[in-house]
């Protein structure tokens, strides 16, 4: 028979399976979870729950969660710029090993890459106080960079004017 599907009927659940749905739906559960649980296939799932009305757009716990794990990764991210800062500004100040111009010119690109990382981590997350704690790092570590490469330039300015 060509031309021909054999059609097969359509799953309803039974007052206590639809109890079940409802419930793991409000409970967050997923429709391949409720479905594995009922043993029923997930598009027969799909299909009832689109004509009852069931929205499965989301999962609000596992959102919560992945929002969650979000906000500490940024938080973790804000804490590593900031020891990353702390760390150029040690490395900028250190009277062991005074900054070459070839050093100030790495330290300078590392300040611009921690500033534009935490411009994008700003943009990304609600500030808190790591993130604050970072950001007033950053610009300070900015400052200073600023002054040492304008003590450097009057510095050469110097050696410049009393060679001639």
Do not use: C, F
């Amino acid at each position: 028979m060509l031309g021909y599907q054999k059609v097969t009927a359509r799953w309803e659940p039974t007052e206590d399976q639809e109890a079940a749905i409802r419930a793991a739906h409000a409970a967050g559960q997923s429709q391949n979870a409720i479905a594995k649980e009922l043993g029923v296939k997930q598009p027969a799932l799909s299909r009832w729950s689109k004509r009852m009305g069931l929205a499965w757009s989301g999962v609000p716990v596992g959102a919560r969660a992945q929002h969650e794990r979000i906000k500490a990764e940024r938080r973790e991210l804000a804490s590593r710029l900031l020891a990353d800062v702390m760390n150029l500004r040690e490395r900028l100040w250190s009277t062991d090993d005074p900054a070459d111009s070839r050093a100030l010119a790495d330290i300078a690109n590392a300040i611009e890459r921690l500033i534009r990382s935490h411009s994008i981590l700003g943009e990304l997350a609600p500030s808190g106080a790591d993130a604050d704690e970072a950001k007033s790092a950053i610009l300070k570590l900015q400052d200073d960079m600023a002054a040492v490469i304008a003590a450097e330039e009057r510095e050469q300015h110097a050696e410049r004017v009393t060679r001639t």
